[in-house]
């Protein structure tokens, strides 16, 4: 048996003992940061004022693509600033996520794309992160207008 087919078959093992069925697999999330960078030369990142309103935004665009989503509470996290010669730059991150039906979120793809280039453009962000499917991935500026 391939190893696909070991982990299929883990998986309608869990979701029979569990009397459960298989809802959807994949899992797609977006990282919100309470920070961007400063339009100051010479200054660090600043605080988003309102990075609680784009939280709720992710959660709504992934909620109405794929009939929910989650927002974890704000995390603790650093990154290296590679443009400030890899300073730490603290910050709080929310993780949105939500599991998808994958010819929907197919289907639907381009709204995920307007809203992650639509915060890394507004919130000045040097990267927007996202997973899917226990992948990492980023989107760097130029963000589409």
Known sequence: MAE????????????KALGGRKAHGERFAIYIPNKGRSPI???PQVEIPDWESWVRRAVDVLGDINGGATAYSPSIGYYADDERGGERVWERTVFVYSFVDRDVFRARISEIRSFAHEFGRE?????????????AYSVSPPYDS
């Open 123 to 135: 919130t000045r962000q040097g990267s927007v992160f996202f997973e899917f499917d226990g992948y």
């Open 41 to 43: 030369e010479g200054n």
């Open 4 to 15: 696909g087919d070991d982990a299929d078959e883990q998986r309608q093992y869990v979701a």
